[in-house]
């Protein structure tokens, strides 16, 4: 299971780094995205980085805005938010594609693969 961190609350037009911890085997093996859910909405899939060569994808929501990278060495990976929004207030989880070894989009339809969800990191945008 995963173990996210780095959320907040941020001004609008903001930045925040959130943190995904996971296990060696995690990240060697499987693709491992980032998704943000708020109450009664749909899970939204937001960028995703493949473990064989480190390619990623975004969301079009996203695009420009975040950057997703990992750091094997401390087993981390992170989403860097820039110019963040109101409406982006959600928690924020990570999560790997236990049936993949390559990122597939849009990452949202395939939600359904993911598994070893984290309890999330609450990110709040407001003035």
């Known amino acids: 299971r995963f173990v996210e961190s780095g959320g907040g609350w941020v001004q609008p037009g903001g930045s925040l780094r959130l943190s995904c911890a996971a296990s060696?085997?995690?990240?060697?093996?499987?693709?491992i995205a980032w998704f943000r859910q708020a109450p009664g909405k749909e899970r939204e899939g937001l960028s995703c980085i493949s473990s064989s060569d480190g390619s990623t994808i975004y969301a079009d929501s996203v695009k420009g805005r975040f950057t997703i990278s990992r750091d094997n060495a401390n087993l981390t990976v992170y989403l860097t938010m820039n110019s963040l929004k109101p409406e982006e207030t959600d928690v924020y989880y990570c999560?790997?594609?236990?049936?993949?070894?390559?990122?597939?989009?849009?990452?949202?339809?395939?939600?359904?693969?993911?598994?070893?969800w984290g309890q999330g990191t609450q990110v709040t945008v407001s003035s």
């Open positions: 999560a790997a594609n236990l049936m993949r070894r390559v990122c597939t989009a849009p990452i949202s339809d395939y939600a359904y693969e993911y598994g070893d």
């Open positions: 060696k085997v995690t990240l060697d093996y499987y693709p």
